[in-house]
C-alpha cells in the first residue's frame, strides 16, 4: 500500500508542478527523485502481487530496473543533474520518459490482468 501511495504523490506533486520540487537533495532535484521513486513504485508494487509466475517477475523487474535507470540516464543526456536540455539530446530524454512512464503504469495493469484471467480459469 505504501508504494501506490508513493507513486499517487509523486505523481500528484509533478502534476500540480509544486515549489517544493525544486528544492535540493544533496546534488539532486527533490522532483527528479520524486519522479524516479515514483516510476519505480508501481511495477515494484505489481512485482509483490504477481507471485510465482516468473515471466511476470520478469516483467517487473525489468520496469523496475528501467525506472530506477531513468534518472541516471537523463542526467547522462542532460549533461546534468538538473535535467536541462539542449538540441537533439532532449527528444531521446522524452523516448526514455516515455517509456518509462508506459512501462511503470502497464506493469500493475499486466499483472492484475494475469490474476483476474487466472482466477476466471479456476472458477
Not at 24 to 44: D, K, M, Q
Amino acid at each position: 500500500m505504501a508504494l501506490l501511495a508513493i507513486a499517487i504523490f509523486a505523481t500528484a506533486s509533478l502534476v500540480s508542478g509544486a515549489d517544493y520540487l525544486l528544492q535540493p537533495v544533496g546534488p539532486f532535484p527533490l522532483g527528479n527523485l520524486l519522479t524516479t521513486a515514483g516510476l519505480a513504485s508501481l511495477p515494484l508494487a505489481a512485482w509483490l502481487y504477481a507471485g510465482d509466475r516468473r515471466w511476470l517477475n520478469w516483467l517487473c523487474l525489468f520496469a523496475v530496473v528501467l525506472a530506477v535507470c531513468w534518472y541516471p540516464a537523463s542526467a547522462a543526456l542532460a549533461g546534468n543533474l538538473n535535467l536541462e536540455f539542449s538540441g537533439q539530446r532532449g527528444g531521446y530524454w522524452v523516448m526514455l520518459t516515455l517509456a518509462s512512464a508506459v512501462l511503470s503504469v502497464m506493469t500493475p495493469v499486466v499483472v492484475l490482468g494475469v490474476t483476474v484471467v487466472d482466477r476466471l480459469r479456476r472458477a
